[in-house]
């Protein structure tokens, strides 16, 4: 059965940083080739694509709005994909989810598998 648990959320300042994981099970990432995307969604706005890494090739790609500021990573020996979200602003906030399929798209339909959530809050 995959599962998908995300970490990490919380409350922080603007201008500060968080670090999200998102610990995979039921596949291996880098054997099974999946890619990892992160999305958010902030109450009453549509979901939206915020970065997403692909296992098979290792190429990752971001939203525009957190270019320069966040950061997708994975573990492979842990089977974990990290956000690194830095100078946070209060538009970031939201809950973040990850999600996996086998490659990168932008309509986060296309993924198969997501995770619970992660709430996070920057305060201005």
């Known amino acids: 059965e995959v599962q998908l648990v995300e970490s990490g959320g919380g409350l922080v300042q603007a201008g500060g940083s968080l670090r999200l994981s998102c610990a995979a099970s039921?596949?291996?990432?880098?054997?099974?080739?999946?890619?990892i995307g992160w999305f958010r969604q902030a109450p009453g706005k549509e979901r939206e694509g915020v970065s997403c890494?692909?296992?098979?090739?290792?190429?990752?790609y971001y939203a525009d709005s957190v270019k320069g500021r966040f950061t997708i990573s994975s573990d492979n020996a842990k089977n974990t994909v990290y956000l690194q979200m830095n100078s946070l602003k209060p538009e970031d906030t939201a809950v973040y989810y990850c999600?996996?399929?086998?490659?990168?798209?932008?309509?986060?339909?296309?993924?198969?598998?997501w995770g619970q959530g992660t709430q996070v809050t920057v305060s201005s």
């Open positions: 890494i692909s296992s098979s090739d290792g190429r990752t």
């Open positions: 999600a996996a399929t086998n490659a990168c798209y932008s309509d986060y339909s296309w993924f198969d598998y």
């Open positions: 039921g596949f291996t990432l880098d054997v099974d080739d999946y890619a």
